[in-house]
């Protein structure tokens, strides 16, 4: 299959609104991750929280999808001229030759939990207020964010947990391999809720520190927001320019628990096989891999297990989710658009908190941010249940 060009970018997380304050935090060495202060939770936990959603509603003809999870997506589409790049993009396409696929895990479900919560009795009706179909409907923020764009060409929600967003790159690469669209919105949103914050903490896979993947002491993860946006064309005269190509994506699932990895990364491992055949390059051509490092010891460790039966020892390699903690159905797209920028700015993103790397890793973790000369990325994301997901990236 051929390389696609991403020819817009757009993130917001907790370390900043929009792609120039993201690498500013990297090189600065700031972390978004904060003690919780979730409204409703009193956990023993860091976060990673986007300031000002609260303050912020969607636009009035799109009301009835006001919940965090939309309010998160329309900050990110207002951000680096996303929305404009989808406007020159219609002028060339027509509307209904631009698809819309988003990855999420949870979507607006904070607004059944508050309706829930605002009972007045046990069994009493929830509040009329809340309407499924505009919030917890895992196609609630897809269909938002068509319609804000006023997009018209296929429109669908992955929610395979924290693969998702690394999911609708492949699943672009197949709508405009099949000539089915000329271009494609992918992106990732997921937004801070009881159910993720509680859930993860029921699991006992919430660290009481900010994550450190990687690191010989790490006990956990730190959950984060993030939303953010890519628009894949192909490389045709007339569209922009690529900021950077989209070589390959390769698939897996290996389906060996339900919320815990295969011990030696086996559906790992064959997701970055099948991503370096279709790409048709060696493993020695990837310059730098983003860490899906969750900072959880069975999964950081499976990981490493994987990258070295694929790569050798020794691969530049860091995890991003010490910056941004992990954003769930979110985090394939948040760690794209970092990988996009080390490619764009030539460098390496550090491994924040990392203080003692374990000594039984094998891969060259990069504890700083530093500047490298980077070709080509590959980034990793994995989730519940097996399923696994890796994407590369090259310079234009």
């Known amino acids: 299959m051929s390389a696609f060009a991403i020819t817009a970018l757009t993130l917001v997380s907790a370390i900043g609104r929009g792609l120039t304050a993201t690498e500013a935090a990297l090189r600065d060495g700031r972390g978004g991750l904060a003690p919780c202060d979730f409204a409703g939770l009193s956990l023993d936990t860091y976060i990673g929280r986007v300031p000002g959603i609260e303050d912020v509603p969607v636009v009035r003809e799109l009301m009835a999808y006001d919940c965090r999870n939309s309010r998160l997506a ?22 209904g030759r631009i698809g819309v696929i988003i990855g999420t895990t949870s979507s607006g ?5 508050r309706a829930y919560a605002e009972r007045g009795a046990e069994t009493g009706p929830l509040r009329s207020a809340f309407q499924f179909e505009y919030s917890q409907s895992h196609y609630s923020t897809t269909d938002f964010v068509r319609r804000y764009l006023g997009l018209h060409g296929p429109a669908f929600t992955v929610s395979t947990a924290c693969s998702s967003s690394s999911k609708v790159f492949v699943d672009a690469q197949q709508l405009l391999g099949a000539d089915v669209c000329d271009a494609v919105v992918v992106g990732g949103v997921d937004s801070l809720c009881w159910i993720s914050l509680c859930g993860f903490h029921s699991l006992q896979l919430l660290s009481t520190l900010p994550c450190r993947p990687a690191d ?13 946006f890519a628009l894949i064309e192909r490389a045709a005269a007339g569209a922009d320019r690529a900021i950077v190509q989209l070589l390959a994506g390769g698939e897996s699932c290996d389906a060996h628990h339900m919320s815990a990895p295969h011990p030696e990364g ?26 899906h490092g969750t900072g959880s010891p069975a999964n950081d460790r499976a990981e490493d297990l994987a990258i070295r039966s694929v790569f050798g020892p020794g691969k530049p390699c860091s995890s991003t989710k010490g910056w941004t903690g992990h954003t769930l159905g979110a985090a394939g797209m948040t760690e794209v658009a970092i990988s996009a920028l080390a490619l764009l700015h030539g460098f390496l993103p550090g491994n924040l908190n990392l203080q003692a790397p374990d000594p039984e890793f094998t891969q060259e973790i990069v504890r700083h941010t530093r500047q490298a000369p980077l070709r080509c990325v590959l980034s990793n994301s994995f989730g519940f249940g097996g399923t696994n997901c890796s994407l590369i990236l090259a310079a234009t």
Do not use: K, W
Request: zero cysteines; charged letters at 25%; a negative charge.
């Open 109 to 113: 479900i904070q607004e059944a939990e």
């Open 266 to 291: 086996l559906g790992a491992a064959l997701a970055m096989q099948r991503a370096l055949a279709q790409a048709h390059i060696e493993p020695a051509d990837v310059d730098y891999i983003n860490l």
């Open 74 to 95: 329309q900050m990110a589409l207002r951000t680096d001229g996303f929305e404009e790049a989808v406007r020159r993009a219609i002028s060339r396409y027509g509307r």
């Open 216 to 228: 010989a002491r790490r006990d956990g993860l730190s959950i984060g927001e993030a939303a953010g």
